[in-house]
């Protein structure tokens, strides 16, 4: 396998600052070694170039919109060569806005697919239904075809079926993105489904629908936050009750003896808010497992 390493140090997208150290802390913590120990192939391409928020004024109903989109529209670019050239894009946030150009980037490429969301939060808000204006709150709603025109014109569209995108790991969803994704359809696995099923059914089933019965790559979008806060204390919304080190890692483990896994974002890394870079490191610890670290 061949992986094609993209930093995008942007932290535009959300309320705290520091996400934009993320690419950095993740790379500190060996991510490139750990990768090539694997027998895995690594290219890092660098990072998205991205403006300075003091630099710009940001204001408006959807915070810092033109930057974002400027930003996606580089790592959509980015993330379309990569997969042309049959390597997967690993894209390490920065924020979780990031997600749009990845899979603004898969549609560049032709490609088409699920959606694995692993996130405590479901970021399915527009700019309607937003209580804060950020757009980390914002990109599966606007891959799945909804929100403020220029996010969902960045893959030219929806990027992705609503009937092949699942959320995992799902505990903080506010009351009118909650009414949205229920009128789509989309399958939400909460906190309590894992508590209730356990990780390995869950994933089985997210698996099977995000890829249309195995025959679609599956891009999965990871959030930090998914983690339980005391696992991934530098994250910028943290949210108590989520899964324990162990839950996180099968379900990458899952994913890469699936074998349909087409590109990766890690996200919403923080290193302002982190104690010694461990967030990072566990970051590091589930990429290495979702692209095919075993125990033994
Ligand atoms: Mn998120």
């Known amino acids: 396998m ?33 990768l090539a120990r ?17 630099s710009r004024d940001g204001g408006g109903r959807v915070r810092f919109l033109d930057e974002i989109v400027e930003v996606c529209t580089g790592l959509s670019r980015r993330v379309a060569d990569a997969l042309g050239r049959g ?32 996130d405590a939060h479901a970021d399915f808000n527009t700019d309607r239904t937003s209580p804060s204006g950020n757009v980390h709150g914002m990109p599966l709603a606007a891959a799945c075809g909804h929100g403020a025109d220029g996010l969902v014109a960045l893959a030219g569209g929806a990027a992705v079926a609503h009937e092949h995108v ?12 909650g009414l949205l994704l229920r009128e789509a359809g989309i399958r939400v696995y909460s906190m309590r489904d894992i508590d209730e099923r356990g990780m390995a059914e869950v994933m089985r089933e997210a698996m ?29 919304t943290p949210v ?11 379900a990458m483990e899952m994913l890469a003896d699936s074998r349909l896994v087409c590109g990766l974002d890690v996200v919403e890394v923080n290193p302002a808010l982190d104690e010694r870079n461990r967030t990072a490191q566990l970051a590091v610890d589930l990429v290495a497992s979702a692209l095919g670290e075993r125990i033994w």
């Open 2 to 34: 061949r992986v094609e390493v993209i930093g995008v140090p942007v932290d535009l997208g959300a309320a705290r600052r520091g996400t934009d150290m993320g690419p950095s802390a993740i790379r500190c913590a060996r991510l490139a070694d750990r």
């Open 38 to 54: 694997l027998g895995t192939q690594v290219r890092d391409v660098g990072n998205i170039e991205v403006p300075v928020a003091e």
């Open 87 to 118: 390597c997967l894009p690993l894209v390490l946030g920065g924020d979780h806005s990031v997600a749009m150009g990845s899979l603004a980037g898969r549609a560049r490429a032709g490609r088409s697919g699920g959606v694995i969301w692993v």
């Open 166 to 177: 699942v959320l995992v790991g799902t505990r903080s969803v506010d009351r009118e993105e």
């Open 208 to 236: 099977a629908r995000a890829s249309a019965g195995g025959g679609q790559g599956i891009h999965v979008s990871l959030d930090l936050d998914v983690l339980d806060p005391v696992f991934a204390p530098g994250v910028g």
């Open 240 to 250: 108590a009750g989520g899964l324990t080190y162990r839950e996180a890692q099968l």
